[in-house]
Every structure is written in structure tokens, then in C-alpha cells.
Antibody, heavy 120, light 107 residues
Framework: QVQLVQSGAEVKKPGASVKVSCKAS????????INWVRQASGQGLEWMGW????????GFAQKFQGRVTITRNTSISTAYMELSNLRSEDTAVYYC?????????????WGRGTSVTVSS | DIQMTQSPSSLSASVGDRVTITCRAS??????LGWYQQKPGEAPKRLIY???SLQSGVPSRFSGSGSGTEFTLTISSLQPEDFATYYC?????????FGQGTKLEIK
């Protein structure tokens, strides 16, 4: 079945980086954009960025510019989101989500989320 | 970046009530807006697309309206399963942006 499987929980110290993976299965990975959304505990959804797995083109929310990198390895149908210079405010669950058509805003398949805790 | 301002942040209502949630965009986004519902421990689910079109399988008590900068989500008669958090999402231009969310609670 169509699914996105994310990597496991991470605990990082302030200033470190974290790299979260999102492995796609059940569909052609390069045919659907991947978006990254995060949610701090008890807080709202925050859109972080986007990648076209076919071209590698990416875009990010302004607040993450310079700190976030989204990459992919098409040979293993996996997208990655790396966030650097972590601070306590980055503690959240990070989701990858498939967008069913470009520019549709329809995230039809979601990963189960990766918890990232930033603590000294 | 386009900012989405959603109100109210929380809402207390009873089964059978009619409720309305509003999202305002900081600039015109045509009708490039969707409404998502999220229940605890679950991924968000889209209810409305193109501001006013009902996603397949979503009950008809949900409706959306608006264009440009002002949008509303209306639930005509609340059911127990509707108590959740709702978000608007603009996808007119990158970066996409969500509203802050509206938590709908049982009165």
C-alpha cells in the first residue's frame, strides 16, 4: 500500500543538526512532491518546505531559510529533511507528506511523524 | 510570505450547533485554500479544497466559502466526531502556510 515511513525519534543538543528520513513505498516516488510539516506539542501545524523528487527543486518557509535542507535519494525512494543549529523551539514532531498534484495543497499521504527533542 | 490568520483559536459548542471558522490571508490567494481536520494522534485530513469544494467522502454538513482574502469553514450541525482541531492551508504560492488552528471543544 501507499505509505511514507519515517525514521525514529531523535534527541539532540542545542546547536546540533538532525536529519529525518521519509521512505516512500507503493507508488512512484519521483511523481509526487514531498512536503515537510512540523507540530510542537499542543501547537499548530507549521509548513516547513517542499521538494520535487524528480528535479530536486526545493522551497522553504522564510523562518527556516539557511537552516533547513531537503534532499532525496531516488534509488531508494527516500526524502530527507535536515535542520541545523537546533534550538529548544525546534522540539516537535516532524511529518513528511505527499502532495497528490503540484500546487494542489492536498497532502493525501502522511508519515507517522518523527519526534525531535532538543535539550541540553 | 503569505500569512494566514485564523479565528477563533478555540471554540466551545454543543452537538447540533452550527459553527463557523474564519481564515484571512495577508494577500489575495484566489481560491487556493483548503481546510484540514486533525484529531489527536492522527494525521490531518482535508475536508474542503478550492475554498468551497467538498473532498470526496466528507459529510455534507461541512462547507466552505470565500475567495481572495476571506474564507470560512462552516459545520452546519455538529456531530460528536467533529470535535477536533481545524486548519486552513493556503497553497497559492510557496511557501505554503497554515492558519494557527481552531480547537473545537464540546460545551
Amino acid at each position: 500500500q501507499v505509505q511514507l515511513v519515517q525514521s525514529g525519534a531523535e534527541v539532540k543538543k542545542p546547536g546540533a543538526s538532525v536529519k529525518v528520513s521519509c521512505k516512500a513505498s507503493g507508488y512512484t516516488f519521483s511523481s509526487y512532491d514531498i512536503n515537510w510539516v512540523r507540530q510542537a506539542s499542543g501547537q499548530g501545524l507549521e509548513w516547513m518546505g517542499w521538494m520535487n523528487p524528480n528535479t530536486g527543486n526545493t522551497g522553504f518557509a522564510q523562518k527556516f531559510q539557511g537552516r533547513v535542507t531537503i534532499t532525496r535519494n531516488t534509488s531508494i525512494s527516500t526524502a530527507y529533511m535536515e535542520l541545523s543549529n537546533l534550538r529548544s523551539e525546534d522540539t516537535a514532531v516532524y511529518y513528511c507528506a505527499r502532495e497528490d498534484l503540484p500546487w494542489s495543497g492536498y497532502f493525501d499521504v502522511w508519515g507517522r511523524g518523527t519526534s525531535v527533542t532538543v535539550s541540553s | 510570505d503569505i500569512q494566514m490568520t485564523q479565528s477563533p483559536s478555540s471554540l466551545s459548542a454543543s452537538v447540533g450547533d452550527r459553527v463557523t471558522i474564519t481564515c484571512r490571508a495577508s494577500q489575495g490567494i484566489r481560491n487556493d485554500l483548503g481546510w484540514y481536520q486533525q484529531k489527536p494522534g492522527e494525521a490531518p485530513k482535508r475536508l474542503i479544497y478550492a475554498a468551497s469544494s467538498l473532498q470526496s467522502g466528507v459529510p455534507s454538513r461541512f462547507s466552505g466559502s470565500g475567495s481572495g482574502t476571506e474564507f470560512t469553514l462552516t459545520i452546519s450541525s455538529l456531530q460528536p466526531e467533529d470535535f477536533a482541531t481545524y486548519y486552513c492551508l493556503q497553497h497559492n504560492s510557496y511557501p505554503y502556510s497554515f492558519g494557527q488552528g481552531t480547537k473545537l471543544e464540546i460545551k
